[in-house]
């Protein structure tokens, strides 16, 4: 806990608590329609959070800025200040947060000419409270996540039997999903990532999510003898 951070100062008022999306880490795709005329380097670029139909107050919609890192004169990464967005909500709505999909996008000002692909993002949500005892803002708990954006590409054709096999894979990650947590750690052969698109895209029309294990997650499930390389959830809207 970097105390330094307003989130884990500010006071939290009685009957909230606080959740603050720790991003470790943003890789992206930069495609550029005037490579010859135009930069990323001349670009404000931010990332948009989407809860869904869940209303935060405290999440900022017009996006928070991110720092281009520039390495030998070319753009090679995205940061955000502080590695952290942040907000609170009523205690009685945390597993609303927890449980409900999330969506990131990154946006600059220039989208006729830039368009920015998130291929994976890696984060951690976090359960801040107000310790009565301690009398300080402690962790309740930390949960762990990656996000791809999900799209299929326009100038990609999927087969038939492509979309099958991703269709047949997800309608046994459903069945794996445990009704008490609405979600299941799963080990899928999507065939190096290959169908990674299409069943990611597939289950969020169905109402779920389908995440990409990072590796650091995969160990650690590796060392309780659960062998995963994803993680599907119900998406739940209220």
């Known amino acids: ?25 943003i890789q992206l795709t930069v495609s550029n329609a005037i490579t010859e005329f135009f930069s990323p380097k001349a670009d404000t670029v931010k990332l948009h959070i989407d809860l869904g139909d869940l209303k935060v107050d405290g999440v900022n919609n017009e996006g928070y800025d991110l720092t281009i890192n520039i390495k030998d004169d070319e753009v090679s990464s995205f940061s955000l200040p502080q590695n952290i967005i942040w907000f609170d909500v009523d205690i009685a709505g945390v597993s609303n947060v927890l449980n409900n999909s999330v969506q990131f996008k990154v946006e600059g000002n220039y989208p006729e000419l830039l368009s920015y692909f998130i291929k994976k993002l890696d984060y951690k949500i976090e359960w801040l409270q107000f310790d009565k005892i301690k009398k300080e803002i402690s962790t309740v708990s930390v949960t762990k996540k990656s996000y791809a954006q999900s799209r299929i590409e326009r100038n990609v054709q999927y087969s038939l039997e492509t979309i ?7 309608n046994k990650a459903i069945h794996r999903i445990d009704l008490r947590t609405r979600s299941a750690y799963l080990k899928l052969n999507t065939e190096n990532g290959k169908l990674d698109p299409v069943i990611i895209s597939i289950a969020e029309k169905l109402g ?31």
């Open 1 to 25: 806990m970097d105390t330094n951070i307003e989130a884990y100062n500010l006071e939290i008022k009685e009957g909230k608590v606080r959740i603050v999306f720790n991003v470790q880490e």
């Open 164 to 170: 099958s096999r991703s269709a047949e894979l997800l």
């Open 208 to 238: 779920y999510e389908i995440s990409v294990l990072d590796e650091e997650t995969i160990e650690e499930l590796k060392k309780r003898g659960q062998k995963a390389t994803h993680l599907i959830s119900l998406v739940i809207n209220y």
